[in-house]
């Protein structure tokens, strides 16, 4: 999927047009609106099929959008959260963003044994255990020189207080069967921007999930999301969605069929974009931007922005 899709071919017909049509006219009609290629055909497939289902034949059990919802699959917590956030690089006070999260499960049973408070651990311990969260990003502490920039005491925080809530309130589901999509599309229609890989790496989610969740947005798209995983086999699909991260133009080049977003040193002379939302520039936040969408979202370039 290589083709850059246009807000009006996001637009999903109206629910009077669509009830007269059945699931395969809904999913051609909508492949055809979105000028989908051909390798991508089987995976928007799907992803169209479910959206028809959940709309117009899925009878819901509720109608209330939670705030959070977490599942691990046996190695990795996953955990999409809608609320507001303090980084005024990526909204504004009063915007809902959807965030999503990745834990390794050895991270999340760290803060269960320590819910008593009689002991303590630190942050590089919990940092230390992101093996199966982060897999090999340069940035992690498993695999890299563990620079990354969720690795800040703000950060650190606001992560243990979200996994002692859902120790607490004892809310996590086994394997994504198990979990409430339709939760989850209500919170991304209620979201006014997405935001994939707060924590973690974001490509762990299955892939029609992340398409179900940008699909849900229709007219006015805003996601960004980025990935350490764009040179290997089975991430490919996700070139739709999120950014390739390189460090380098030389590295962004190495990567075939993606945009990239480059983090390069100060006073470097990269040709991508300057990110909009930068310290740099200031011109405006990730919610508004979005144009660190993948192939299928607004901008066409590459972006970039000095390490911090």
């Not at 928007?44 to 959070?68: A, C, H, I, N, W």
């Not at 607490?168 to 198990?178: P, Q, W």
């Not at 990567?255 to 006073?267: A, H, L, N, Q």
Request: hydrophobic share 35%.
């Amino acid at each position: 999927m290589s083709k850059k899709y246009t807000p009006e071919q996001l637009k999903v017909l109206s629910a009077k047009d669509i009830t007269t049509q059945s699931r395969s006219d809904y999913v051609e009609k909508q492949l055809r609106l979105l000028e989908v290629e051909t390798p991508a055909i089987p995976h928007m497939t799907g992803v169209l099929e479910r959206d028809y289902d959940q709309r117009f034949e899925y009878k819901p059990k509720r109608t209330k959008s939670p705030s959070r919802i977490a599942w691990h699959d046996g190695k990795v917590l996953h955990v999409i959260r809608l609320g507001k956030t303090t980084n005024a690089k990526i909204a504004r006070p009063t915007d809902k963003v959807l965030q999503t999260y990745h834990f390794d499960l050895r991270q999340l049973a760290l803060v269960r044994s320590h819910l008593d408070g009689k002991s303590k651990f630190s942050m590089k311990q919990f940092f230390d255990l992101d093996e199966a969260c982060c897999l090999d990003c340069p940035l992690s502490n498993n695999a890299g020189d563990g620079n990354c920039y969720t690795h800040k005491v703000g950060q650190y925080k606001g992560f243990l207080s979200m996994l002692r809530s859902i120790c607490r309130n004892d809310e996590v589901f086994y394997g994504l069967d198990d979990v409430d999509r339709l939760g989850i599309k209500l919170m991304a229609e209620r979201a006014d921007y997405i935001r994939f890989g707060t924590y973690g790496e974001p490509s762990l989610l299955p892939i029609d999930l992340v398409g179900d969740i940008v699909l849900s947005k229709r007219d006015h798209v805003k996601w960004t999301g980025y990935t350490h995983q764009a040179r290997k086999e089975w991430a490919q699909a996700y070139k739709a969605f999120f950014m390739a991260s390189a460090h380098s133009d030389k590295d962004a080049a190495s990567i075939t069929g993606w945009r990239s977003f480059v983090c390069v040193d100060k006073g470097d002379t990269s040709t991508a974009v300057q990110c909009p939302a930068s310290a740099e520039l200031s011109l405006t936040t990730c919610a508004k931007c979005g144009l660190c969408s993948g192939v299928t979202g607004k901008g066409r370039k590459n972006i970039k922005i000095n390490m911090h």
